[in-house]
């Protein structure tokens, strides 16, 4: 299956909003990172403004959309519905901002609305990544899908925000530092598990032989060895997810242990990033349908 880049780059920076949002609630309930609030949301805006124009660029007819909403349990319904969600939380967290602002003493946001913020950037992500579970697609249908992409979340969310924290000469708290080094780790297992599945998929497909096709003879009905994320050309997609999965917990262990959040925390985004990108070409790679086998 052809990279679909603009789903790639929805996911992406869908997870990487979420993850940034729930990362401020998680600072809020541990009591940390009242001045980088307001620099975080508007990067978490940013974030999910960027996700959703590019997936605009995956519908030939984006006016036809609107179709899709009249059923609840089509994913784009349900993707809608939690994105909606998030950004009425955005707003009440903008308007708390601005009320405690100027106030030394005044806390960011209640834990009530820091609860919210956590849980509805878990429902989200999964909620997107389970959009993607098809019966159809053994690659795809396993949920470490919208686990994987969880995993992205707690990686980047945690690690964005501590980089925040710091540029806005704040000290990054213990929760944001340790969400950040068990966000990586989380994010780490997830993808190297969902990596492995992916490769097991393939014993879901029958060999079969050649097309009865007289000007294609033998011809195979697919190449087995492609649907590998370990061969051809997902290896290094493989490869470099993994290397990209695993190496943020190095650099969120540093920022952790020497306080320099603004390079260790930058050098985790950025390997974050790119795995999950990685990851996600990997899973086009090998999400062939059932459909070619009969």
């Known amino acids: 299956m052809e990279l679909q880049w603009p789903l790639i780059l929805f996911t992406t920076f869908v997870a990487w909003s979420a993850g940034l949002f729930g990362a401020q609630g998680l600072a809020v309930l541990a009591g940390e990172g009242k001045r980088a609030q307001l620099p975080a949301l508007i990067g978490s805006v940013a974030l999910l403004a960027i996700g959703g124009v590019a997936v605009f660029f995956h519908l030939e007819h984006w006016e036809r959309i609107f179709n899709g909403f009249g059923n609840p349990t089509s994913g784009i319904t349900q993707e809608l519905v939690c994105i909606v969600v998030m950004a009425v939380l955005m707003v009440v967290l903008f308007v708390m901002l601005r009320k405690s602002e100027g106030a030394a003493d005044a806390v960011a946001a209640p834990k009530w609305l820091a609860t919210l913020m956590v849980i509805a950037s878990a429902v989200t992500v999964l909620v997107t990544g389970h959009s993607y579970m098809m019966e159809a697609r053994p690659a795809w249908d396993t949920v470490l899908g919208p686990l994987s992409l969880l995993g992205v979340a707690c990686a980047l969310g945690p690690a964005t925000f501590a980089v925040i924290e710091t540029v806005r000469d704040e000290a990054v708290g213990r929760g944001i530092a340790l969400g950040a080094v068990v966000g990586a780790a989380a994010n780490a297992v997830l ?12 014993e879901a497909y029958t060999e079969v032989g ?46 952790k242990r020497s306080g320099n959040w603004k390079l260790w925390g930058a050098v985790t985004v950025a390997l974050a990033v790119v795995g999950a990108v990685a990851l996600r070409m990997a899973f086009y790679s090998v999400g062939a349908s059932v459909y070619l086998f009969y």
């Open 191 to 202: 993808s190297v598990a969902y990596l492995l599945v992916m490769e097991g998929s393939t």
């Open 210 to 255: 050649t097309y009865f096709d007289p000007t294609h003879p033998t011809a195979g009905v697919v190449d087995m060895a492609a649907l590998s994320p370990f061969a051809g050309e997902s290896a290094a997609m493989a490869v470099v997810a993994a290397i990209c999965a695993i190496a943020p917990i190095v650099t969120a262990v540093l920022g």
